[in-house]
């Protein structure tokens, strides 16, 4: 300890006769620490961070790439679905693993609250009636949506994030309860989701307003993707609490797409049974969700992370 003592002293001694050695060293290790922390939280964020839900190593999504917004006909590999797929599906794969289906796009509305004259614009994202449920959320501030609100004829509802309540509401807590016009309108909003929940997607400006599945075809009135058999639109989700099943699931969900598509001639239009079979799909993990700036920018953020390593 004594030695320690003694060098540490003579350490301080030589830097206090050379400031400028000095300077130089504790800016470089500055910088150093400060680039490489930067960074590092930055990739967290976005490669390594689980979604703010319950269990989210047991969520799965349908199909690895992150596709968007609206398509048709055959994909080879599956990751973008129709609602009459995505309910087969769900059939196939029964009570082995809850299944839910969000939009892959999102829609621009323009919205104000009953009795203001301003509008202003929000981003809108129609989901299951179970999206919370499966993913595992809970409300900040009154509910979250059930399947009672997605069904056709059901009252408009909606649900938003914290962050939209706070930028665009003000955080009055009154807005729980009360009815914003979106592009003429009425819609109840029924609830605030937690201050970390964004959704699950992982974007840079991710859509904060929540809207059934059912009531899509109200605020796409020209395309009703909702009613549309061949329009891919949906993502799909999976929460299966054992791991053992995902093999048992993922056979089930493929097992799903093979029948609709044996079942519906029109997507089938000139390939062979044969083609339609090898039409595949499978489960990837999707515990950060879909996570579209980490296959945007993993590559580049793990480069940077080990160039402020190397500098450090």
């Known amino acids: 300890m004594i030695n320690i003592v003694g060098d540490v002293r003579h350490g301080m001694r030589r830097l206090r006769r050379s400031p400028g ?3 130089t060293a504790l800016l470089t ?3 150093g620490i400060g ?3 930067a960074i590092f939280t930055l990739a967290y964020q976005i490669i390594l961070k689980a979604m703010p839900v319950q269990h989210p190593e047991q969520l799965y999504k349908v199909g690895k790439e992150s596709e ?3 398509g048709g006909g055959d994909q080879g590999h599956w990751s973008i679905f129709s609602y009459d797929i995505y309910r087969t599906m769900r059939e196939r794969v029964g009570s082995m693993a809850d299944m839910t289906a969000m939009q892959a796009g999102a829609a621009k509305v323009s919205a104000h609250r009953q009795g203001d004259t301003d509008a202003q614009p929000l ?3 129609h989901v299951a009636g179970n999206y919370f449920e499966v993913l595992g959320v809970t409300p900040y501030a009154g509910r979250m949506l059930t399947a009672e609100d997605d069904r056709e004829g059901a009252p408009i509802v909606a649900v938003i994030s914290y962050a939209i309540w706070k930028s665009k509401f003000h955080g009055d807590p009154g807005i729980v309860g009360d009815t914003v016009i979106m592009t003429g309108h009425p819609v109840t909003i029924v609830g605030i989701t937690q201050k970390d929940f964004l959704g699950e997607r992982n974007m840079s400006d991710p859509p904060g307003v929540w809207i059934p599945l059912a009531q899509e075809p109200i605020f796409n ?3 009703k993707l909702y009613k549309a058999p061949n329009g891919q639109w949906l993502r799909i989700m999976l929460r299966i609490p054992e791991k053992k099943n995902v093999p048992i699931v993922e056979s089930a969900v493929r097992s799903g797409l093979t029948a609709w598509l044996m079942s519906n001639p029109d997507v089938r239009s000139g390939h062979t049974l044969a083609e339609i079979a090898r039409e595949s799909t499978e489960l990837a993990p999707a515990a ?4 579209e700036l980490r296959d945007s920018y993993e590559t580049s953020l793990l480069m940077l992370q080990l160039t ?3 500098v450090l």
């Open 21 to 23: 050695f000095t300077t």
């Open 29 to 31: 290790l500055a910088l």
């Open 35 to 37: 680039a490489t922390t």
């Open 68 to 70: 968007c917004c609206i």
């Open 123 to 125: 981003d809108i994202r």
């Open 221 to 223: 009135p020209t395309r």
């Open 288 to 291: 950060d969700g879909v996570n």
């Open 308 to 310: 402020a390593a190397f």
